[in-house]
Structures are given as C-alpha cells and as structure tokens.
C-alpha cells in the first residue's frame, strides 16, 4: 500500500511563490507520480508528472511557471510553483501510479492519492 501526505499549501498574493512537498510512504522501482489540482466546481486536473526514470511532462498553464522534483532519499515529491495567479487557486494532490511507464496525466490513471493541501492565491 502506498501512502502519500501533502503539505506546503496556504495563502499567497499574485506573482508569488509555494512549494509543496509530498511524502510517499514507499517507492517501488516502477513508479509515476504527479501533481493534480481541483477548484470548485471544475474536475480535477493533471498538473505536473514525473516518472521513475526521470521524465517529466506539464500541464500547458503550468509550462515555465512550475516544477516537479523529487528527492528520492527522502521519498518526496516536491512542487514548485512560482508566478502563481488566481487562476492557481485550488486544492492540490499528490497522487502515485505503480507501473513502469507513466500514464496519460489524468486522474482516473492513478490509483493513490494523497488528502490534498489548499492553495490560495489573492489578486
């Protein structure tokens, strides 16, 4: 069972910067996580991925403005995020897929999710 746990959210003015950190309970050899976020009223979508070679994709909003990192060590996934707008604002998860090769960015491919962590953005 793979458990992960969000953290970094909270409320920050326009043009400025959050990371946010999740920590993964275990990480088997084939893996893919990634970023997803929901605002009210909107389905929840992929933000950012990286996969257990090192790959990378982003949502085109994000392109340029976030970054998905992971440290391995620590079993974290990290995601910074800098310019942020209003458009921005959202609960955003964590979320893992175990296989070897990562799946389309969206949120029926993944099977664990974290509890997600709120990020606010004020114009």
């Known amino acids: 069972q793979v458990q992960l746990v969000e953290s970094g959210g909270g409320s920050v003015q326009a043009g400025g910067s959050l990371r946010l950190s999740c920590v993964v309970s275990?990480?088997?050899?084939?893996?893919?996580m990634a970023w997803f976020r929901q605002a009210p009223g909107k389905e929840r979508e992929g933000v950012a991925l990286?996969?257990?070679?090192?790959?990378?994709n982003y949502a085109d909003s994000v392109k340029d403005r976030f970054t998905i990192s992971k440290d391995s060590a620590k079993n974290t996934l990290y995601l910074q995020m800098n310019s942020l707008t209003a458009e921005d604002t959202a609960m955003y998860y964590c979320?893992?897929?175990?296989?070897?090769?990562?799946?389309?960015?969206?949120?029926?491919?993944?099977?664990?999710w974290g509890q997600g962590t709120q990020v606010t953005v004020s114009s």
């Open positions: 979320a893992a897929e175990i296989r070897w090769y990562c799946p389309p960015m969206t949120a029926r491919e993944f099977t664990y």
């Open positions: 990286s996969s257990s070679y090192g790959g990378t």
């Open positions: 275990r990480l088997p050899l084939n893996y893919c």
